[in-house]
């Protein structure tokens, strides 16, 4: 395996298996020159250079240090969620970051809109999201806001086995955000988001939406569901205009019985 051209010492163009391919690996384009042979132990990842011409790119536009803290964070983030992400994370995430540190330097800062709601979804990665910004801090200088914390969580979580598409999983959360806001307007009460009441109702409310879409609903007793609803009036009214409101906005279809659980959820807020 011979190098066609050094993008930087991190990444190489090499030539391998009659194919085109990017090499990256710490260091391994430091003090080489076209024609040197890369040690295969030095290569980390390996992308064919056609299906990755949008990395090559990067390489190319992005500082060094950006690219190296986002395998630094990458890294971090599969030593710690105990799993391997998606290659193409590292397209993006370095990407994201390196415009984001580019907005910083600028004073241009973005707020996450859904950043209380990824805290309490995926607590794990926006853990590893702080961390990253430590991290940026201390590599770069450049002391980021909260906000890029939730935004590389997002970025980690869609790129897990499994984890789905991130539009999707943005549009999901954005659901679930303006379904608690409408339980803030018709209970006319502040919600305390440090609460367990309100971390429950949350992810209660994502499954909900998972469920609705995959058409498997909790299996509530009909009279325990008579019973809820009867006993807790205000709140069932409240999960019943949240579940109206849902149909209306997104087209989404809440069973009766998933409104027996949202109003426990609810009456646990309202009581507190």
């Given at each position: 395996?011979?190098?066609?051209?050094?993008?930087?010492?991190?990444?190489?163009?090499?030539?391998?298996?009659?194919?085109?391919?990017?090499?990256?690996?710490?260091?391994?384009?430091?003090?080489?020159?076209?024609?040197?042979?890369?040690?295969?132990?030095?290569i980390?990842?390996?992308?064919?250079?056609?299906?990755?011409?949008?990395?090559?790119?990067?390489?190319?536009?992005?500082?060094?240090?950006?690219?190296?803290?986002?395998?630094?964070?990458?890294?971090?983030?599969?030593?710690?969620?105990?799993?391997?992400?998606?290659?193409?994370?590292?397209?993006?995430?370095?990407?994201?970051?390196?415009?984001?540190?580019?907005?910083?330097?600028?004073?241009?800062?973005?707020?996450?809109?859904?950043?209380?709601?990824?805290?309490?979804?995926?607590?794990?990665?926006?853990?590893?999201?702080?961390?990253?910004?430590?991290?940026?801090?201390?590599?770069?200088?450049?002391?980021?806001?909260?906000?890029?914390?939730?935004?590389?969580?997002?970025?980690?979580?869609?790129?897990?086995i499994?984890?789905?598409?991130i539009?999707?999983?943005?549009?999901?959360?954005?659901?679930?955000?303006?379904?608690?806001?409408?339980?803030?307007?018709?209970?006319?009460?502040?919600?305390?988001?440090?609460?367990?009441?309100?971390?429950?109702?949350?992810?209660?409310?994502?499954?909900?939406?998972?469920?609705?879409?995959?058409?498997?609903?909790?299996?509530?007793?009909?009279?325990?569901?008579?019973?809820?609803?009867?006993?807790?009036?205000?709140?069932?009214?409240?999960?019943?205009?949240?579940?109206?409101?849902?149909?209306k906005?997104?087209?989404?279809?809440l069973?009766?019985?998933?409104?027996?659980?949202?109003?426990?959820?609810?009456?646990?807020?309202?009581?507190?």
């Amino acid at each position: 395996m011979t190098i066609r051209k050094i993008l930087n010492n991190n990444a190489v163009i090499v030539w391998d298996e009659d194919e085109e391919k990017i090499a990256i690996g710490s260091g391994i384009g430091f003090n080489k020159q076209k024609h040197d042979v890369v040690n295969p132990r030095k290569i980390e990842k390996l992308f064919v250079l056609k299906e990755n011409e949008p990395l090559q790119q990067l390489l190319l536009r992005i500082p060094e240090k950006h690219f190296i803290v986002s395998e630094d964070i990458i890294n971090h983030a599969e030593q710690q969620l105990k799993t391997d992400l998606s290659d193409h994370v590292l397209i993006q995430l370095a990407d994201h970051i390196s415009f984001a540190i580019e907005r910083e330097q600028n004073g241009i800062q973005l707020q996450n809109a859904l950043l209380r709601e990824i805290k309490v979804l995926y607590r794990q990665e926006f853990k590893i999201g702080l961390w990253a910004l430590q991290h940026i801090e201390t590599e770069i200088g450049i002391e980021m806001p909260v906000d890029e914390a939730a935004f590389i969580a997002l970025y980690l979580h869609t790129m897990k086995i499994g984890g789905g598409d991130i539009h999707e999983t943005v549009r999901q959360t954005t659901i679930v955000q303006n379904m608690v806001q409408e339980i803030r307007n018709c209970l006319n009460v502040v919600i305390d988001e440090t609460d367990i009441a309100y971390e429950r109702l949350v992810t209660h409310l994502q499954f909900a939406l998972t469920r609705a879409k995959d058409q498997n609903s909790h299996v509530m007793d009909e009279d325990m569901f008579n019973m809820i609803r009867q006993k807790y009036d205000a709140a069932y009214q409240c999960a019943m205009h949240v579940a109206e409101e849902t149909e209306k906005t997104h087209g989404i279809s809440l069973p009766e019985e998933e409104l027996g659980y949202i109003t426990l959820h609810i009456e646990r807020l309202r009581t507190h």
